[in-house]
């Protein structure tokens, strides 16, 4: 029924949304996380049953690389004044990271030992995934001043804060100290990221089993205040709302023909994918809680975000955030440091990769080998096959 295809939409609201973390020790888990600070530390346990001691630090490169948070915020400042959809891409990035075997730059891998396909062979985000080339520029260069120290997991945690930052979101402190993944599998995604066509509830309960809550899930959402949203998303809306009924009622006759316009181009339908639209056409590169008021007024480009509105489990957190911004803004900081300890890899779990794209054991390019001249493995040409084949033009902006 009309659930289903609401909840289309949502995968995409949710992925382009969703970020990192910052410093525990000023804020209080949510319920389902168990922390504790001192000194900085935040230990966590994990989920299931079984309790795992789970260190992150701010601070934690301080004594090995203390430029890496430095390096990244370079690297991202300059690629955002070129270009500030950047922002929505490392939220987009981080989150499908976190959800999908936790925060261990899985999804950053083109190749494992296993040989199977990847995280970023799933459709939910092939055609959506930026900032990928931004990852491997700043870790290259901190490869370079520090081998073999900072984790891909980090450098993805940092640049997505730095990437929020200077979107709005207030300057939070990331813990680090995690650890890369080895596995990365192309049929973990489904399950583990919210899709469009899953009720609400669905993707309430995908929050509350990674340690989350539903409130972190709304404010989360609020990331849609930036970015942008691919047609197929969204396009059933004035096309076939459901078996009777063409357009959505709940949009205006305005709302529709703007849609039909944008995403009905005389385009092949093969390029139907590479339309879009942003969610807030007016600060579409500003985290600010207008996306909140739409919503309260019923307008969401995406079906799943405006029945947030009306659900009686998150209709008061989205009113409460509409009402105040800066609340918004510092529950989204909050949301975000734990949404950066979802199953996270410490201690000698994993390993730290030498190249973001490759687990070392198939790294073609051996330890003590970076002379920082030679790239990371990855060379020009390896890099515009790459783009091809993810489609770069990319899904938010
Ligand atoms: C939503 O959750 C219910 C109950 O767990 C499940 O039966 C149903 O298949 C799920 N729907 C979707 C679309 O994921």
Same mark, same amino acid.
């Given at each position: 029924?009309?659930?289903?295809?609401?909840? /289309?939409?949502?995968?995409?609201?949710?992925?382009?949304?969703?970020?990192? #973390?910052?410093?525990?020790?000023?804020?209080?888990?949510?319920?389902?996380?168990?922390?504790?600070?001192?000194?900085? /530390? +935040?230990?966590?346990?994990?989920?299931?049953? +079984?309790?795992?001691?789970?260190?992150?630090?701010?601070?934690?490169?301080?004594?090995?690389?203390?430029?890496?948070?430095?390096? +990244?915020?370079? &690297? &991202?400042?300059?690629?955002?004044?070129?270009?500030?959809?950047?922002?929505?891409?490392?939220?987009?990035?981080?989150?499908?990271?976190?959800?999908?075997?936790?925060?261990?730059?899985?999804?950053?891998?083109?190749?494992?030992?296993?040989?199977?396909?990847?995280?970023?062979?799933?459709?939910?985000?092939?055609?959506?995934?930026?900032?990928?080339?931004?990852?491997?520029?700043?870790?290259?260069?901190? %490869?370079?001043?520090?081998?073999?120290?900072?984790?891909?997991?980090?450098?993805?945690?940092?640049?997505?804060?730095?990437?929020?930052?200077?979107?709005?979101?207030?300057?939070?402190?990331?813990?680090?100290?995690?650890?890369?993944?080895?596995?990365?599998?192309?049929?973990?995604?489904?399950?583990?990221?919210?899709?469009?066509?899953?009720?609400?509830?669905?993707?309430?309960?995908?929050?509350?089993?990674?340690?989350?809550?539903?409130?972190?899930?709304?404010?989360?959402?609020?990331?849609?205040?930036?970015?942008?949203?691919?047609?197929?998303?969204?396009?059933?809306?004035?096309?076939?709302?459901?078996?009777?009924?063409?357009?959505?009622?709940?949009?205006?006759?305005?709302?529709?023909?703007?849609?039909?316009?944008?995403?009905?181009?005389?385009?092949?339908?093969?390029?139907?994918?590479?339309?879009?639209?942003?969610?807030?056409?007016?600060?579409?590169?500003?985290?600010?809680?207008?996306?909140?008021?739409?919503?309260?007024?019923?307008?969401?480009?995406?079906?799943?975000?405006?029945?947030?509105?009306?659900?009686?489990?998150?209709?008061?957190? &989205?009113?409460?955030?509409?009402?105040? %911004?800066?609340?918004? #803004?510092?529950?989204?900081?909050?949301?975000?440091?734990? #949404?950066?300890?979802?199953? &996270?890899?410490?201690?000698?779990?994993?390993?730290?990769?030498?190249?973001?794209?490759?687990?070392?054991?198939?790294?073609?390019?051996?330890?003590?080998?970076?002379?920082?001249?030679?790239?990371?493995?990855?060379?020009?040409?390896? %890099?515009?096959?790459?783009?091809?084949?993810?489609?770069?033009?990319?899904?938010?902006?």
């Amino acid at each position: 029924m009309e659930g289903r295809m609401r909840v /289309r939409a949502t995968i995409f609201i949710l992925c382009s949304i969703f970020l990192p #973390l910052a410093s525990n020790a000023r804020h209080p888990l949510a319920s389902g996380f168990r922390h504790r600070h001192r000194h900085g /530390r +935040v230990a966590r346990h994990g989920f299931g049953g +079984v309790t795992q001691l789970k260190d992150l630090r701010v601070g934690f490169y301080g004594n090995t690389c203390p430029q890496a948070e430095q390096i +990244v915020n370079e &690297v &991202v400042t300059k690629a955002y004044k070129k270009d500030p959809g950047v922002s929505a891409g490392f939220l987009r990035l981080f989150f499908h990271d976190c959800f999908v075997h936790g925060c261990d730059a899985s999804i950053l891998l083109d190749k494992t030992a296993s040989g199977e396909k990847v995280e970023k062979d799933s459709r939910a985000n092939g055609q959506g995934m930026r900032g990928l080339e931004l990852i491997d520029e700043a870790k290259a260069r901190i %490869e370079a001043e520090c081998p073999g120290i900072v984790s891909c997991a980090d450098v993805l945690s940092y640049a997505t804060r730095e990437g929020s930052v200077m979107a709005g979101v207030p300057h939070y402190d990331v813990a680090a100290g995690r650890r890369d993944g080895l596995i990365s599998r192309e049929t973990d995604v489904a399950g583990n990221i919210p899709l469009p066509s899953q009720p609400l509830q669905n993707i309430s309960q995908l929050f509350i089993s990674k340690g989350m809550t539903v409130e972190d899930m709304v404010v989360l959402i609020g990331s849609h205040s930036i970015g942008i949203a691919h047609c197929p998303t969204f396009l059933y809306r004035v096309a076939q709302y459901n078996p009777t009924v063409k357009v959505d009622p709940k949009l205006t006759t305005a709302d529709a023909n703007n849609i039909r316009n944008t995403c009905l181009r005389p385009v092949p339908f093969e390029d139907l994918s590479q339309t879009f639209m942003p969610f807030d056409p007016v600060t579409p590169f500003r985290m600010d809680n207008i996306f909140y008021k739409n919503l309260l007024e019923g307008k969401a480009l995406i079906e799943s975000d405006r029945l947030m509105a009306d659900d009686i489990t998150t209709k008061q957190t &989205v009113q409460a955030m509409a009402g105040n %911004e800066q609340n918004w #803004l510092a529950k989204f900081a909050d949301a975000m440091v734990r #949404l950066g300890m979802v199953d &996270v890899k410490t201690g000698t779990e994993g390993e730290i990769r030498r190249n973001c794209r490759f687990v070392n054991s198939v790294n073609p390019q051996q330890p003590g080998d970076n002379n920082g001249d030679s790239g990371i493995g990855f060379d020009k040409e390896d %890099e515009e096959q790459f783009r091809q084949i993810i489609g770069s033009t990319i899904f938010v902006h």
